[in-house]
Each structure stands twice: as structure tokens, then as C-alpha cells.
């Protein structure tokens, strides 16, 4: 099993619809969730991290965490061309929390 | 805002030749970071350091090796180039003190070993 998954996609959403990103990570003692955005050829950027269980919210990002279930996910409403890109989602190991596990990323494509 | 920069962002090197790429952050972060990005493989850290002098192993540290005398540069040396370690190359760098760790990434060396 890998640490971090994700569907890697292609998740194909109209412009203007929300898009639903989903990750499930195996660490249980998992601390801290962050989701990133790559455009191609580019790299990561950070949009959102969360640590609490619960919703977080940042304009028209909203990342939720579900620390039960070892699930966090991304929704981006009002969804735009822009918005087009991979989304990585990465997680804090437990064993030197500063390290970062990444999932595949999941390829978004918002249809205009 | 944070910055992290990256020597080159092309980098075309013969098999065989020491390659060294720099990363420099300006936000006095005590982590850093090397990753290499290949399609279908994601993101792999390659090495990391948390302290000046130190180092510590990634998930795919053969055939490369670190340097971080400064806080702020830490050296990715390719001993001796081969072409699979043609791949992009990124930079990190994260702070010890907010407790959560997020990470700033560089804009990427894409090197090409021929």
C-alpha cells in the first residue's frame, strides 16, 4: 500500500462546477496535510495545509481532513481554466515529521 | 514571501561528468530539501539536511551526494552523471519552528544526461 494515494486522473470538470480532489494516506500518527498545485513544467506551489480535523477554508479553496478515516481532500469551487494542473497532496511522517510523503498527484482539467 | 532559487532551470551534461546544482533560500529556514520529479514516478527526495553539516538519506540517495555549509545553500553533486539520473530536479526548504513544516519548492533544474 502507498503511503499516500490519489487518483491520478484525468478528473475532467466544467467551468464554473466544483472540483473534488481526494487523497488517503496509511500513516495513522500523520500530523500535518498540505495540497500543492504544479502547472506543467513548473513547480509545487502550496495552496492549502490543514492539521485539525474538520474544514479549512481560503477563498474558493476548501481543504478537509478526516483524520478517522485517513482522508483528506480538496474542493475547489467556482472552478476556472486556471484552476487546470496537477494536484499533489503530501503528508508529514511520523519518523522526522519535518519530511514529506507526496501521493502520485491527481491531473485536474476544468473544461471551458 | 519566500524564495528559493535554483542555479539553472537547463542543464545538458556528458555521462561521466561531476554535476552540481545549487539551491539558495532567503527565508532562514533550517530544512532543506532535494526531490527529483520523473512521469509516473512523482516526487522522490533524494537527500535532506536539517542543520548546517547535516545530512540525511531520501528515498533514493545512490549516486548522489549533498553539501550545506551555509544555512541558506544546500548542493546536489551528481558524482559521476549517469543518464538515468536525467530528471527534473527540485529544491525545498521548510521551517522547524511553525511545528506544521510546509514546504516552498524552487522553479527546478531539468537536467539531461546524454
Known amino acids: 500500500q502507498k503511503e499516500v494515494e490519489q487518483n491520478s486522473g484525468p478528473l475532467s470538470v466544467p467551468e464554473g462546477a466544483i472540483a473534488s480532489l481526494n487523497c488517503t494516506y496509511s500513516?495513522?500518527?500523520?500530523?500535518?496535510f498540505f495540497w500543492y498545485r504544479q502547472y506543467s513544467g513548473k513547480s509545487p506551489e502550496l495552496i492549502m495545509f490543514?492539521?485539525?480535523?474538520g474544514d479549512k477554508e481560503d477563498g474558493r479553496f476548501t481543504a478537509q481532513l478526516n483524520k478517522a478515516s485517513q482522508y483528506v481532500s480538496l474542493l475547489i469551487r467556482d472552478s476556472q481554466p486556471s484552476d487546470s494542473a496537477t494536484y499533489l497532496c503530501?503528508?508529514?511522517?511520523?519518523?522526522?515529521?519535518?519530511?514529506?510523503?507526496f501521493g502520485q498527484g491527481t491531473r485536474l482539467t476544468i473544461n471551458p | 514571501d519566500v524564495k528559493v532559487t535554483q542555479s539553472s532551470r537547463y542543464l545538458v551534461k556528458r555521462t561521466g561528468e561531476k554535476v552540481f546544482l545549487e539551491c539558495v533560500q532567503d527565508?532562514?529556514?533550517?530544512?532543506m530539501f532535494w526531490y527529483r520529479q520523473d512521469p509516473g514516478l512523482g516526487l522522490r527526495l533524494i537527500y535532506f539536511?536539517?542543520?548546517?553539516?547535516?545530512?540525511e538519506k531520501g528515498d533514493i540517495p545512490e549516486g548522489y551526494s549533498v553539501s550545506r555549509e551555509k544555512k541558506e545553500r544546500f548542493s546536489l553533486i551528481l558524482e559521476s552523471a549517469s543518464t538515468n539520473q536525467t530528471s527534473m530536479y527540485l529544491c525545498?526548504?521548510?521551517?522547524?519552528?511553525?511545528?506544521?513544516?510546509?514546504?516552498?519548492f524552487g522553479p527546478g533544474t531539468r537536467l539531461t544526461v546524454t
Open positions: 527565508m532562514d529556514h533550517e530544512n
Open positions: 503530501a503528508v508529514t511522517r511520523i519518523q522526522g515529521a519535518q519530511k514529506l510523503v
Open positions: 525545498a526548504s521548510s521551517s522547524s519552528t511553525t511545528g506544521v513544516y510546509e514546504q516552498y
Open positions: 490543514i492539521y485539525s480535523n
Open positions: 539536511s536539517y542543520d548546517v553539516k547535516m545530512k
Open positions: 500513516d495513522r500518527g500523520s500530523q500535518s
